[in-house]
């Protein structure tokens, strides 16, 4: 499987690839991307088994 990503989601994808856990929230602000759009990646990157969740944080 392969992934195209846009420009943006770049510092988004970084942060994903140090792996050290990270908030939707962080993400989003490292990307300068809503937490909505961060979000619809991350659940693609983790239904394609790219990702991975360890929790929820109340």
Do not use: N
Request: charged letters at 10%.
């Amino acid at each position: 499987m392969s992934w195209d990503f846009a420009a943006p989601a770049r510092p988004m994808l970084d942060a994903l690839l140090c792996g050290e856990p990270v908030t939707l929230g962080v993400l989003a602000a490292s990307a300068s991307q809503s937490l909505e759009d961060v979000a619809a990646v991350v659940t693609a990157l983790v239904q394609g088994q790219a990702a991975s969740v360890l929790g929820v944080v109340a």
